[in-house]
């Protein structure tokens, strides 16, 4: 999935798809499965922006996991080379900064992700993110999935959750 579609396009002939396709460089059959093979893909790090953990998984895992004439498919490991990782900042700041905001310190910091991740009003949302911190959490994140949707505007949201913050 790293340069190309299903099918040959006219575009082909406009890149260097030798330089920037994945390879398959080997391929093993599993043990005691029929039609089972364990395949071992490598992709040339121009592919993925430097820093970038959505971009390298979109690309690896993306397209080819919804390719229906897949009838099972497993990413069992991932090996990222060391110049790759060198491209990520890490974090603005450490674990001491985050304690020192939330005034909580010698005890492990405990939070969860709202539920059900999609559905919820804004208002609804900002109740459960309420009912969290009142219960002991120290912190509620977003499920990946949730975003702005129209049931749950990210403003609207944000204004309950603040509301719940400060109650």
């Not at 059959?29 to 820093?51: K, R, S, T, W």
């Not at 985050?98 to 909580?104: C, G, P």
């Not at 910091?109 to 109740?127: D, V």
């Not at 702005?148 to 204004?159: A, C, G, K, T, V």
Request: one cysteine or more.
């Amino acid at each position: 999935s790293s340069t190309g579609t299903w099918t040959t396009v006219w575009t082909d002939g406009l890149t260097s798809l030798d330089r920037y396709k994945g390879r398959c460089y080997y391929i093993e059959p599993v043990a005691g499965e029929e039609n089972q093979y364990i395949a071992y893909v490598a992709y040339p790090l121009d592919l993925f922006e430097e820093g970038s953990v959505t971009n390298m998984f979109t690309s690896i895992v993306g397209n080819v996991f919804g390719f229906k004439a897949l009838r099972a498919l497993r990413l069992e490991d991932l090996r990222i080379p060391t110049a790759y990782v060198k491209t990520f900042q890490g974090p603005p700041h450490g674990i001491q900064v985050e304690r020192d905001k939330l005034n909580k310190y010698g005890r492990p910091l405990l939070g969860c992700t709202i539920k059900p991740k999609l559905g919820l009003s804004a208002k609804n949302y900002g109740r459960a993110v309420y009912e969290c911190l009142r219960g002991g959490l120290d912190f509620t994140k977003d499920d990946e999935n949730v975003n702005s949707q129209p049931f749950m505007r990210w403003r609207d949201r944000f204004l309950f959750c603040a509301e719940a913050l400060f109650k």
